[in-house]
């Protein structure tokens, strides 16, 4: 399930640095993450990184994008190309992820 942004956005814009894929930017009235983008951290955290840094706890599931770890790890894969650690923790089964905590 991809992540998204609420309404409940202050944007105070602490979540954007923190994305290991550059998911999140500034839009029109609130931050949004560009689902094709995010893939709920998995493969750099345990949790999800903005919803971490968030005053508000405004970055939830989408519940309307729904996906699973062999999904969200394909995108990682294909986002981080030159990432030779996360290739390897792909081969070997020992990456990071939200469904492993
Ligand atoms: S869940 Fe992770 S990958 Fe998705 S937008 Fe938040 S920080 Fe980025
Ligand atoms: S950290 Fe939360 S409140 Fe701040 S911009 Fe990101 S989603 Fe909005």
Do not use: W
């Amino acid at each position: 399930m991809a992540t998204h942004i609420t309404t409940d956005c202050i944007n105070c814009g602490a979540c954007e640095p923190e994305c290991p894929n550059e998911a999140i930017s500034e839009g029109d009235s609130i931050y949004i993450i560009d689902p094709e983008l995010c893939t709920e951290c998995v493969g750099f955290y345990d949790h999800e990184a903005c919803q971490a840094v968030c005053p508000v706890e405004c970055c939830v599931p989408d519940p309307s994008h729904p996906e699973g770890e062999a999904e969200l790890l394909e995108r990682a894969l294909r986002l981080h190309p030159d990432d030779g650690e996360l290739k390897q923790r792909a081969e070997a089964n020992t990456i990071v992820s939200r469904f492993r905590k």
